[in-house]
């Protein structure tokens, strides 16, 4: 297998970017889809609305959706009740909800693959921070950097409201930045069980915009450690994620994997 360094430095030598590791999160309060409507219409005091609450179970039964994951409770409801009004104007305090939140949950993701990559936030020269709510000045990357505890010299890039794509975006984005020279074309092939990391998110999760292409990716390589593949890309050298948004719009970019590395610590970092 080769070591890890020898493959850094060959990509360097090739200017190909490497994800070094990879962080997610959630919002605190996992919701199944098949108690949703229930829950919902009571929480809501909709249950005299039978039809509307019948139609609303068939949606989440048939979206093949186990559960989700939201930042909404009972007592923001109670504390906001007009965000459980039939359009009663609820725009202000779901943002208010929002501008804290958003940057906490990055900062979670974030902190979990920075602890993977094994090196200090020091080294850390690029932030890219993409996201379809919660938007205010100063942004989420800023307020990140701040609770991080980042360098402020740290080039920051800021992405909004490009809805379920975005995480493909980012990766690009950042693909860009670390190579600086166009990519690599491949006629590339799928099998019918290329998806199954993303149905798993989609099942377990849900919908979660920009996230998604992030998750899977996630579940792909912990899939191929499990099944003992030969890398993190379910054995293959090339992958190729497909982000899908509003409109038909796409994001795509070429990924290369590589074998598992495992690691041992020494005094001020990591080794293979």
Not at 245 to 270: A, H, Q, V
Request: with cysteine; proline share 6%.
């Amino acid at each position: 297998m080769e070591s890890l360094q020898k493959a850094l430095e060959t990509c360097k030598a090739e200017g190909l970017a490497n994800v070094l590791a990879i962080g997610n999160a959630n919002p605190p309060y996992c919701f199944y889809q098949a108690d949703y409507p229930d829950y919902y219409f009571q929480l809501t005091r909709s249950e005299h609305m039978k039809e509307l609450k019948d139609k609303f179970k068939r949606i989440c039964e048939k979206s093949g959706i186990k559960k989700r994951y939201m930042h909404l409770t009972e007592d923001i409801i109670k504390e906001n009740p007009n965000i459980a009004i039939y359009e009663a104007p609820s725009l202000d305090c779901r943002h208010e909800i929002l501008i804290p939140e958003v940057p906490k949950l990055g900062m979670e993701a974030a902190l979990k693959a920075i602890e993977e990559w094994g090196q200090p936030i020091s080294k850390i020269t690029h932030l890219i921070f993409c996201t379809s709510t919660g938007i205010d000045t100063p942004s989420a990357d800023h307020v990140l950097v701040k609770l991080m505890g980042l360098r402020p010299s740290v080039q920051r890039f800021m992405i909004f409201n490009q809805g379920c794509f975005a995480g493909a975006t980012a990766l690009r984005l950042a693909k860009d930045l670390a190579e600086n020279h166009p990519g690599v074309e491949e006629n590339l092939g799928l099998a019918k069980d290329k998806l199954k990391a993303s149905w798993h998110v989609l099942i377990e999760y849900g919908n979660m915009w920009s996230p998604c292409v992030l998750f899977s990716l996630d579940e792909m390589r912990k899939r191929s450690m499990e099944e003992g593949k030969a890398t993190t890309g379910e054995g293959l050298e090339w992958g190729l994620p497909l982000a899908f948004g509003p409109g038909l719009t796409m994001e795509s970019l070429l990924l290369r994997s590589y074998g598992f590395i495992r690691f041992s610590k020494i005094d001020n970092g990591f080794a293979p």
